[in-house]
């Protein structure tokens, strides 16, 4: 017999009733912690306890300590950052697959994560309309999958020039040349440092207005470069012209990856894969299923054209290794031992459908224009075209933004985050969330009109 598993159980139960008490009453609380439960976090400040605490209680503080100074992003009023929702779905898959706690580096640990990493990739591709076999790689975000991404092309440009990085390394190795976007994301280049490919060696093409690749500024190389591109600029939303940054690059036998984070699924809604034309020609693609897609904090995906260019630069050997004719996920991916992911991304999928996708995605973007119209009727100002979840705000002056924006996170009725555009303080809303309805617009709509009040009054 092993150990019993009842209090497990009953801690799981209590766990359960404290996620009911804290769902039910996220409307009546700040959005961002009070004060005072911010002050109540010193709860936590004390010596490493060197006898043990019954396990119940230590759950009961983390719900009455940590709930209350937690940022109720699981709220339709949280607009910060690209911080997406999570799906009921998906927290339910999750909490079932912690439970079984699957470590998914091989099919021999986890077979059933291993089949739904098979099935997620193969439903990917067909839903974002890429080509049939396209690989992926399930890791933390899109951080890591733009490392990965970036590395695999890397190695790919070299290897057809004779260079096997994994054998060999980079030193003495022919320079790959690098052309970002002058708003890549700031995990491109942190991506691309890490590998050795520094911002030295990078060629940064200028932006238009809503901080699209120029492409008649598209440096002419006539060498094979590792291009980055851009679905859906982290401040404005917009798109890079990705169609045509990849018919640039090919022509010289470049490698295109495109920063996909919250955009990419453009590519799987009829109404706004124009957006997105021609991302099918790339050949890798990073995207954070925990952004718009909601599935549960972390997830996101790695996605590659070439298989074998993917499997290529994570390989690694050990003799206790155990590979087997099925999909081991750490095969495309950076990590060895991971949590099994693919679950709760495969919950998402099968509950949505490709409807249901449609539909979220969609969703999200009719709220933000809804958002920017009524923002823009209360005298705001609107700074980008509000291709998709993004909506860039100010008032009459920066000090009268930045002011705005404080008072904003002050009310606590909803909250948004700040960003520079064009070198100018801008209030920054992201509609990420499947829980925000056309009253949690109204409401936020109406916070702002008060904060700019409060901003506009003399002390
Ligand atoms: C959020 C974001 C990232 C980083 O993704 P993480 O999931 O936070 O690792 C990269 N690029 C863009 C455009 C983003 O919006």
Known sequence: MSASFDPQVSLLKDALRYAEEYLLNIDERPVFPTEGALDALGAFDEPLPSGSTEAAETLALLHRVGGP???AQVSGRY????????????????????????????????PVAA????????????????????????????????????????????????????????????????????????????????????????????????????????????????VVAQAGNVNSGAFDPVGALCDRAHRDGGWVHVDGAFGLWAAAVPSLRHLADGIDRADSWAVSAHKTLNV???CGILMCRDRAALESAFRASAAYFQWSDHRDPMRYTPSMSKRARSVELWAVLKTLGRDGVVEL???????????????????????????????????????????????????????????????????RV????????????????????????????PD
Request: hydrophobic share 40%; net charge negative; with cysteine.
């Open 430 to 457: 992201s509609v990420c969330s499947w829980s925000t309805t056309p009253d949690d617009i109204r409401h936020a709509v109406t916070s702002f009109c008060a904060a700019r009040d409060r901003a506009r009054t």
């Open 361 to 427: 995605v969609e969703q999200l973007c009719a709220h933000a224009r809804a958002f920017a119209e009524q923002l823009q009727e209360h005298g705001f100002r609107i700074h980008n075209d509000v291709v998709f979840n993004q909506v860039l705000v100010s008032c009459n002056d920066d000090s009268e933004t930045e002011r705005t924006l404080a008072e904003i996170q002050t009310i606590g009725s909803c909250w948004c985050g700040g960003s520079t555009w064009k070198g100018r303080p801008v209030i």
């Open 115 to 226: 089949q739904l990493e098979a099935v997620c990739e193969r439903w990917l591709s067909e839903l974002l309309g890429f080509p049939e076999g396209t690989a992926a790689g399930f890791v933390t975000g899109t951080t890591l999958a733009n490392l990965s991404g970036l590395a695999t092309g890397r190695n790919e440009l070299l290897r057809r020039q004779g260079w096997d990085v994994v054998e060999a390394g980079l030193y003495g190795a022919p320079p790959v040349p690098v052309v970002v976007g002058a708003d890549t994301h700031a995990t491109v280049r942190k991506s691309l440092a890490l590998l050795g490919m520094g911002d030295a060696h990078m060629h940064v093409v200028p932006v238009d207005d809503q901080g699209r690749v120029r492409i008649d500024r598209f440096p002419a190389l006539g060498v094979p470069a590792l």
């Open 79 to 110: 607009f910060g950052f690209v911080n997406g929702g999570a799906l009921p779905v998906g927290v339910a898959a999750r909490v079932l697959a912690d439970v079984w706690d699957q470590n998914s580096a091989h099919y021999v640990m986890s």
């Open 69 to 71: 100074a937690s940022v």
């Open 296 to 298: 549960p904090y972390d």
